[in-house]
């Protein structure tokens, strides 16, 4: 009886803490890594409506980095701005999407090596051939899209007559399209592949507009998750090594800026 009890407090001693780990394995082999991704960062991660699933440059790179370490990756789809905290709470493993590694968001959460760099596009209504800078938003009613640096830099410039702050890029598309904006600022690779996918958007990407704030994307990590940290790491070099960043990049018709 006695050793039937220690067998039976056993089970429930391996349940409870599988039940509690909520999907953190800190990097174990054969084990599901729970990554928090964005449906609305086309081409870096979106919902993909004939799949009906997540997909994108950092889905792709995530995956195959997950082939590299032995473990499975689910990927969790969130609103951007909840991305850190989701990660910070242990609600997943890794955020993977178009994030720039800013030195405030790095006292937050740990990066990775880089997997890719960009810097903001200017998007403005089509027939506008005037506006080319950031000082030529003085006046005018600009998106930006909540949680990304771009909105913080556009807030300091001072420039614009009002700032809408969007969840998506795409919804600011839309509205410029419908003349509700007079200019968008967002990614360079997310606006450019959107304007690509919607032909009929009375929008224009400004070619002239020389980006500001350029900077690079990493997978996000909980803070002290270092086996982790290294394993990707080590994938990451791996992927740099044989090509493998440069097929996906070429996939998507993106290049490292």
Do not use: H
Request: include cysteine.
């Amino acid at each position: 009886m006695k050793k039937f009890l220690i067998a039976i407090l056993a089970v429930v001693s391996i349940v409870a803490l599988t039940a509690c780990g909520g999907g953190q394995t800190g990097g174990s082999s054969g084990q599901t890594l729970k990554v928090a991704s964005t449906p609305t960062g086309p081409p870096y991660t979106f919902l993909n409506t004939e799949t009906n699933k997540i997909d994108g440059i950092m889905v792709d790179i995530v995956n195959e980095l997950g082939k590299r370490i032995g473990q499975k990756i689910e990927i969790k789809p969130m609103q951007f701005s909840t991305l850190i905290s989701s990660v910070k709470e242990r609600k997943v493993d890794a955020i993977a999407a178009g994030m720039i590694m800013t030195d405030e968001r790095k006292k937050e959460v740990a990066f990775t090596k880089p997997v890719f760099g960009f810097g903001e596009g200017l998007v403005v209504q089509k027939g506008d051939n005037k506006t080319k800078t950031i000082d030529d938003l003085k006046g005018k009613v600009v998106g930006v899209q909540l949680g990304t640096t771009y909105k913080d830099f556009v807030e300091k410039k001072g420039v614009a007559k009002e700032l809408k702050v969007y969840k998506a890029i795409g919804e600011m598309l839309k509205d410029l399209d419908n003349k509700r904006l007079d200019a968008v600022i967002a990614d360079g690779p997310v606006i450019t592949y959107l304007k690509q996918q919607n032909p009929n958007f009375k929008i224009q990407v400004v070619e002239e507009y020389k980006p500001s704030v350029v900077g690079e994307t990493g997978i996000g990590l909980a803070k002290g998750n270092t086996k982790l940290l290294e394993k990707l790491n080590k994938a990451i070099d791996e992927m740099k090594k044989d090509g493998s960043f440069q097929q996906i990049y070429k996939k998507w018709g993106v290049k490292w800026e």
